[in-house]
């Protein structure tokens, strides 16, 4: 009997990062494929090397995650599912050292943002790096007593590292959106239930062009839980904007709207159609 072929899901960060625990609770079934950058991850799965790609694209704290979005409509994936992962930090520190002895701790930038308060009460330097679970790994390399790290449980066992503060994290509900991605679309049916349509677009260079072109949301009483801008190519004037609204796009609705917004677009790009998570 041939064995089954091993399945990878990829992620940005090293093992103990918070995205492989996403891969790890939402996707069991595949194997978490660590990437460097978002670029690799995306590109993991274009190239055939991993089944899906799961990457975080909003945190209830520190709000969107830089780069996301400027990848999603240039990556060719189709985001199938989305994911609410809750975030607990804890700081980590080469067994024997005290919280007093800390003068750096280090972190992704993401991370640092969700423990503002903790950095401002303990008078500790936030030093950014480019994943929480790769600061780890450094420091269990390093022997630095007056470094710390904040990270998750996982990143502390994987690493032979302390755990001397938990739960740093400004809010208890620190929560981070993951979306995830395959080559293949797998849209949602119109009767799966909560529905989100994602997309980017990019208005004409018309006056009013936003308001025309979103006219069509309100008119059909379409809900629109997200609308984010950025600039497109170093351009101060071409805007890119990235949507989520709950509905299917064969819903009457949904449909006329979107029809409202292509006439008023120079681009629109659907980039996923699927299931509301539970926890949205």
């Known amino acids: 009997m041939t ?3 091993e399945r990878y899901i990829s992620y940005q960060g090293e093992p103990g990062a918070f995205s492989e625990l996403a891969c790890i609770k939402f996707a069991p079934h ?3 494929l ?4 978002f670029e690799d991850a995306f590109a993991a799965v274009t190239e055939g090397r991993a089944d899906r790609a799961m990457l975080p694209i909003e945190n209830s704290l520190a709000g969107r995650v830089a780069d996301i979005h400027h990848l999603l409509p240039t990556a060719g994936l189709h985001i199938v599912a989305e994911h609410f992962l809750p975030v607990e930090h804890h700081v980590l520190v080469k067994p024997g050292v005290k919280l007093e002895e800390v ?3 280090r972190s992704h930038a993401v991370a640092l943002g969700q423990i503002r308060d903790f ?3 303990s008078g500790i330097s936030p030093e ?3 994943d929480t679970a790769g600061a780890a790994r450094r420091l269990a390399e390093s022997g630095h007593r007056q470094e710390a790290v904040a990270a998750s449980i996982r990143a502390a066992e994987l690493y032979d590292l302390e755990v001397i503060k938990r739960n740093i994290e400004d809010a208890d509900h620190n929560t981070t959106r993951f979306l995830e991605m395959s080559a293949e679309p797998n849209d949602a049916s119109p009767d799966d239930g909560a529905v989100v349509t994602s997309f980017v677009f990019q208005v004409r260079n018309i006056p009013a062009a936003l308001y025309k072109a979103l006219g069509g949301f309100a008119t059909n009483s379409v809900n629109m839980t997200k609308l984010e801008s950025y600039q497109l ?4 004037s071409a805007t890119m904007f990235y949507a989520d609204v709950e509905g299917h ?4 609705a949904l449909r006329l709207a979107l029809e409202e917004l292509s006439f008023f677009s120079a681009s629109l790009n659907v980039l996923g159609v699927y299931k509301a998570g539970r926890k949205r």
């Open 3 to 5: 064995a089954s072929k």
């Open 30 to 32: 595949l194997t978490p």
């Open 34 to 37: 660590p990437c460097a950058i």
């Open 103 to 105: 003068k750096v701790i």
């Open 119 to 121: 950095l401002r009460e």
């Open 128 to 130: 950014v790096a480019g």
């Open 233 to 236: 190519e170093g351009s101060f």
């Open 249 to 252: 796009p064969q819903d009457t």
